[in-house]
């Protein structure tokens, strides 16, 4: 069976700037896969060529069966996205909003379904209200309403829980988490180490535009314990965080 | 057909594009018939065309740059973009719609001229300045679409379109007096708006068919072209 996702070889460049260095990665059928790195490590470039909104300098995108750079709006149809930073028509309601993305991405649905759906979501209530009007949680579960309104195989998420407080990123976690159990692949990039140990299959650490270790939180850890500056990280038992700071190193990064 | 109908929406739902198309144009359409040196401007022809110009200018120049900066800086454009539309259906849909809004303007600033101020046409000449209203929704499309296009966000267009707003406006109000002096009649004449003014009138059959009418054409034509590939060449759907 083909991988939901295939990239082989990716380079993003701005100009003189590498942002994604020749990375390769592979996303399996019904797999969470984490991208973790630092801010500027090239995570949202890396996505933003797979969604095809960069145009990458060298390296294959292959979604499903479909060769994104040759077939780019069939490759499109077939990814459901959420943006880091998302927004809609702000004179739209939300039914107007859910009907408009359906009808792109060729489904039609009855105000009846519409209804539905946002029930789904606890959002049947604000069903005429604008997106801005929402609170932060509400719109993050909105957005991944919209990402998956077509029921696309691989589901992209750039940093979903950013901003969520407590209870809405634990519901987040558990939409998540029921994707993966309908059979679709996620590939999402967080900040939250904890969150990646305790939910992906697989994470891949990213920095200065490479992948430099991939593998299960549980296998990176048991890889990389007896390092010594991961056991300079670690307060205890040792966490995938250890191991991320220990490969990417202490200094801030804008 | 789906993005067409949700931007025809959004742009319906939104007062200040509404203010700039109707409530602008019709109030220089009024306001220029008051005062007793009004009739210097130029004739009733005069009055809707420099109100069928303004609302060109509002809905072309400023409402357009403004919504698609504003849509640029929150990320509709980059939510869109990774739909299986293809791309070019996003900008065309938005054209669609404004050329829709001008339409709408143009048939309603005709029919107050008519029914309120007695200013009338012939059937045939309603059609031409229809049509050439249509034509200078591209000059002032184009226009908009370089301002966003040179402009990097929408705070700065903001405030860069009131400053485009009133040379454009006050060039077109000049066209057809010399009482600035003959050489701001020229520079005004041969502005974006001095030229649609010069078709509009011909379109109304205020003045014949000319050389005068179709250098303003050629000229409206070559705005056109260079500000849509100024527009296009420099375009970015996000915001830098």
């Given at each position: 069976m083909a991988p939901a996702l295939t990239v082989r070889g990716l380079r993003v460049a701005y100009g003189s700037i590498?942002?994604?260095?020749?990375i390769d990665l592979e996303v399996r059928e019904g797999e969470i896969y984490g991208l973790l790195g630092p801010n500027g490590a090239g995570k949202t470039s890396a996505l933003s060529a797979i969604e095809g909104l960069l145009r990458p300098a060298a390296g294959d995108i292959v979604i499903g069966n479909v060769d994104a750079r040759v077939h780019p709006l069939q490759a499109k149809a077939q990814l459901g996205v959420q943006l880091q930073k998302t927004s809609f028509?702000?004179?739209?309601t939300l039914i107007e909003i859910v009907r408009l993305y359906a009808g792109l991405y060729g489904v039609t649905l009855t105000s009846a379904q519409i209804q539905e759906l946002l029930g789904q979501i606890n959002l049947q209530s604000e069903?005429?209200?604008?997106?801005?009007?929402?609170s932060g949680g509400q719109q993050q579960r909105f957005s991944l309403l919209i990402a998956t309104i077509h029921d696309p195989a691989l589901v992209l998420l750039d940093e979903?829980?950013?901003?969520?407080d407590p209870q809405a990123r634990r519901q987040l976690w558990e939409r998540i988490e029921r994707f993966r159990k309908e059979g679709r692949s996620i590939l999402l990039t967080t900040h939250s180490m904890e969150e990646a140990q305790a939910v992906c299959d697989r994470v891949a650490i990213m920095d200065h535009g490479k992948i430099l270790t991939v593998g299960t939180p549980a296998a990176l850890i048991a890889a990389h314990r007896d390092d010594p500056q991961v056991r300079e990280a670690a307060h205890g038992e040792v966490t995938l965080e250890d191991v991320f700071i220990a490969l990417t190193g202490r200094e801030l990064r804008d | 057909m789906v993005l067409l109908r949700a931007d025809a929406t959004a742009q319906v739902r939104n007062p200040m594009s509404l203010v700039l198309a109707f409530a602008l144009p019709l109030i220089l359409l009024v306001a220029?018939?008051?005062?007793?040196?009004?009739a210097a401007l130029g004739g009733p022809e005069f009055r809707i065309s420099l109100g069928l110009t303004v609302g060109l200018v509002s809905i072309g120049t400023v409402g357009y740059s403004l919504s698609i900066a504003r849509d640029r800086d929150t990320g509709v454009f980059q939510r869109l973009r990774v739909?299986?539309?293809?791309?070019w259906t996003i900008m065309v849909s938005r054209w669609i719609v404004q050329l829709g809004a001008v339409l709408v303007m143009a048939i309603v600033v005709l029919a107050v001229a008519g029914i309120f101020l007695n200013i009338t046409l012939a059937p045939q000449d309603y059609l031409f300045t229809v049509l050439v209203a249509l034509l200078g929704s591209a000059v002032f499309l184009s226009i908009g679409q370089a301002i966003v296009g040179l402009i990097a966000s929408a705070d700065t267009l903001n405030a860069a379109g009131r400053v485009i707003y009133v040379p454009l406006i006050g060039l077109s109000l000049f066209?057809?007096?010399?009482?600035?002096g003959t050489a701001v009649e020229m520079v005004s004449r041969w502005s974006p708006g001095g030229c649609l003014e010069t078709l509009l009138s011909a379109a109304m059959g205020a003045t014949s068919w000319s050389g005068q009418e179709w250098e303003a054409l050629l000229a409206s034509l070559g705005y056109t072209v260079v500000f849509a590939v100024i527009g296009i060449r420099w375009f970015r759907w996000v915001s830098r």
């Open positions: 590498v942002a994604v260095d020749g028509h702000s004179n739209l069903a005429s209200k604008r997106f801005r009007e929402l979903p829980t950013a901003g969520l | 220029t018939g008051l005062g007793k040196n009004s739909t299986p539309a293809p791309i066209g057809n007096t010399d009482r600035l």
